[in-house]
């Protein structure tokens, strides 16, 4: 794909806005800090034109962004492995490009290298005091229909706050009011406080180094590995029949397993089924928790920061494959019901303990090869099943597809309902793998719905 690169703008806040240092909170500052990309399509139609495309989006993100300030602000290392966030005004990068190619040679949009040239690339050579946290990029293709692709920093926001912006700002440019505005404070995480001392710090094993493979003393080699991605399509029915396997054939007293238990259970034995594990091999599995409605009180609507948090499930390979489905899935709700007031503060506490932040940080795209890694043995498994991720309209209409952004770490995975049909129940499963393991997933992924 040509993609021809017209012109790039710094876009500020529309009027003047709160200017200072901001604390962020300990959720901020671990796992992934770098940006996240997604992307959405909108076809041809007589409202996109270009000229007005580009002028609606730049007025409404100003306008956005008096809201929003701290996305217009810069990241800052204060040593320790920590940052905090100056709110600055310095603005976001929007950009403009044009492609020769049309919607249709996407086929079903499924990601690919071509979304490179789509989604904005974000150089970490540069000093993160330099990096935008947020950049844009508007793409008009032959046919007549645009791309709009975001890259957002997660050291900001987490998935529910940054679509909360992205609505927001959607809702500015259609002419319409905010429906929730942005509660900006993080001290309700106690961002900035020192730890107290006092408080009992529980057994956090998500903050211990996940398994390696049996043999291997680091990750290094295993993170060298090329990878691959694939959509894979579930019906409703074969959601169906997964959760009836896990709730039929387990001990499970209690409500039936979700979705999302159910899902993320039959990824993790099917990543053992095709790494081919040795059968006592340990490997975990990473859960991504919001913890908004579980803290006591809840975060007020709006929070605009990192509310969520990795927990691990951790079994054996030969465990996960032997028993029935339900064995999974109910390693699975075991790590997802600890996560609850006391849980989450005593992660905070535990963490501000620390002397240096940076072996919880995933610097993989920094250069660096200290952190977190969920390849194999282990995999992630993060659900967008409840967020509000479709029917994004800036005044043009609904886009016709949207979808994350190229990723390329062992391991990751990612539930969405199906785009086309997402409210029947079916979904997909975006997910990257070693190549030489992903045929034999895609095999166990469809043959063991039985």
């Not at 609606?56 to 008096?66: E, H, N, Q, Y």
């Not at 997802?336 to 940076?358: C, H, P, W």
Request: proline share 7%; charged share 20%.
């Amino acid at each position: 794909m040509v993609v021809s690169y017209k012109s790039s703008y710094t876009v500020k806040p529309a009027e003047p806005t709160w200017t200072g240092s901001l604390s962020l909170s300990e959720w901020d500052q671990i796992g992934t800090i770098t940006h996240v990309p997604t992307i959405y399509f909108y076809p041809s139609s007589q409202k996109l034109l270009i000229d007005t495309v580009i002028t609606t989006l730049k007025d409404s993100l100003r306008r956005a962004l008096v809201h929003f300030y701290p996305l217009a602000g810069r990241l800052r290392w204060i040593g320790h492995g920590r940052l905090e966030l100056v709110c600055n005004a310095a603005g976001v990068q929007f950009i403009e490009a044009e492609s020769q190619s049309k919607l249709d040679s996407f086929g079903d949009f499924s990601p690919s290298p071509e979304y490179d040239f789509l989604i904005p690339s974000v150089d970490y050579t540069i000093p993160i005091q330099e990096l935008p946290l947020l950049i844009v990029q508007v793409t008009k293709f032959q046919c007549g229909g645009i791309s709009l692709g975001f890259t957002i920093s997660h050291a900001v926001v987490d998935g529910q706050s940054a679509l909360h912006f992205i609505s927001e700002w959607a809702r500015i440019a259609r002419g319409e009011p905010l429906a929730v505005s942005p509660f900006i404070d993080r001290k309700l995480l106690r961002a900035g406080d020192p730890p107290v001392l006092s408080r009992p710090i529980l057994d956090h094993k998500e903050f211990n180094h996940p398994p390696l493979l049996i043999g291997q003393t680091n990750n290094i080699e295993e993170r060298k590995k090329k990878t691959a991605v694939a959509m894979l399509k579930l019906t409703k029915s074969q959601v169906d029949k997964l959760k009836n396997m896990a709730t039929n054939k387990s001990l499970n007293t209690g409500r039936p397993y979700s979705r999302y238990e159910t899902i993320a259970g039959h990824i993790w034995r099917c990543a053992c089924k095709a790494r081919d594990h040795k059968p006592e091999q340990p490997t975990a599995l990473g859960v991504c928790v919001d913890s908004r409605s579980r803290l006591q009180p809840p975060l007020p609507p709006g929070y605009f920061g990192n509310a969520t948090l990795d927990v691990i499930a951790v079994s054996s390979s030969d465990e996960l494959i032997s028993k029935p489905l339900g064995y999974a899935a109910s390693k699975i709700r075991k790590a997802i019901m600890t996560v609850n007031d006391e849980y989450v503060r005593s992660g905070i506490e535990f963490l501000k303990s620390q002397a240096d932040l940076t072996k919880f940080q995933d610097l993989h795209a920094l250069g660096g090869d200290d952190g977190p890694f969920y390849g194999n043995p282990n995999i992630g498994v993060v659900s967008w099943l409840t967020l509000p991720i479709y029917g994004l309209d800036f005044g043009w209409g609904r886009e016709v597809y949207m979808g994350p952004g190229t990723h390329d770490f062992d391991g990751d995975s990612l539930l969405l309902p199906n785009h086309d049909d997402h409210e029947d129940g079916s979904l997909v499963v975006a997910l990257c793998l070693q190549v030489s393991h992903m045929e034999a997933f895609k095999n166990h992924f469809y043959q063991d719905i039985i």
